[in-house]
């Protein structure tokens, strides 16, 4: 990576769904940025291919499933007390069924990955960041949380419910001095 013209030195970033992709990338620019950085995946091979990439910099890998509230739990002590930006990257698709194509099992999935775990890694770190009076929260919502056209009818929900916690936590913790945005990238 080039070099990057902002600094996070002294900061501590969780980053969820660390093993690949707009995770990997998150990671990738917080750490060498002087982030310490919490990577956290259910992808335990790719998560620790992402701490010996960043072998020279500050990366505690905490693999697991974020839908787990022990997961969350372990996630956030990894912090160590601190927590200044929160990536809720981690996601799933849906194999882009329509509604009537969609079993209970497929849906539910979606939204404990793409919607519960947001708000379980939300809801842990808030205390951390009131108590600051700072945080950073970046949700990855998806072109689909502003169209119906990009994915199925789970996974269409799911970013529109992301884009609804983003709007609710955003009016509710922004006077406290926690920012709270959606990232929609599309095709």
Known sequence: MSSIPF?????????????SGI?????????????????????VERLRALSGDL?????????GDITSESTVRQVVEAADGRVDVLANVAGVMDGVRPVDEVDDETWQRVFDI??????RMTRAVVPLMRERGSGAI???ASEAALRGSVGGAAYTASKHAVSGLTKSNAFMYGPQGIR??????GR
Do not use: K, Y
Request: hydrophobic residues 55%; without cysteine; aromatic residues 6%.
């Open 55 to 63: 072998a020279d910099f500050d990366v505690r890998a905490v693999p």
């Open 114 to 119: 793409n919607v519960t775990a947001v708000m």
């Open 180 to 185: 709270t945005n959606a990232v929609a990238p």
């Open 138 to 140: 970046v949700n990855i």
């Open 23 to 43: 995770g990997w990338a998150t990671a990738q620019i917080l750490a060498r940025a002087g982030a310490r950085v919490v990577a956290t995946d259910v992808a």
């Open 7 to 19: 600094r996070f030195d002294g900061s501590t970033a969780i980053v969820t769904g660390s093993g």
